[in-house]
């Protein structure tokens, strides 16, 4: 990054931004400078440590998987982006969405994640269905 930038002035953020870019894979680069707002330098440092040292291919793949999820599920629920950081009601809907009992969705189709979300998830490709996560009795 010293090479991208040398003889150059840049603000605290917009360097945050440039960092960002070398997480491209793993992070959604077109909300790269929402998050340079976000983020501390130090976080932005604790996150290239992870990408580049700290964890397994396996591990960044299922990390991309899971924040395009997130992205496409908030599209699906709000219509909007994923806000950073995420509201209260926002991981509640979230809860409501995929922590729902298989008994009460039989008696009521409204219980759980809408079929209009999940439709929307599906035609994002975010997810094929609406998986229930299985809690432990």
Excluded at 17 to 35: C, H, N, Q, V, Y
Excluded at 54 to 77: C, K
Excluded at 92 to 120: C, I, N, S, Y
Aim: charged share 25%; with cysteine.
């Amino acid at each position: 990054m010293d090479d991208i930038v040398k003889g150059r002035s840049l603000n605290a953020e917009s360097r945050r931004a440039l960092e960002l870019d070398t997480l491209s894979a793993i992070l959604p680069m077109d909300r790269r400078d929402r998050l340079a707002q976000l983020l501390t330098d130090d976080d932005v440092a604790t996150l290239k440590h992870l990408a580049r040292e700290g964890m397994g291919e396996n591990s960044l793949r299922a990390l991309a998987s899971d924040l395009a999820y997130l992205e496409g599920w908030a599209a699906a629920a709000t219509g909007g982006p994923l806000p950073w950081p995420a509201t209260e009601a926002l991981a509640l809907k979230f809860v409501a969405h995929h922590l729902w009992d298989l008994a009460q969705r039989e008696t009521d189709p409204r219980h759980g994640m809408p079929a209009a979300v999940a439709g929307r998830c599906a035609g994002r490709g975010c997810c094929a269905a609406p998986a229930r996560m299985r809690r432990a009795p």
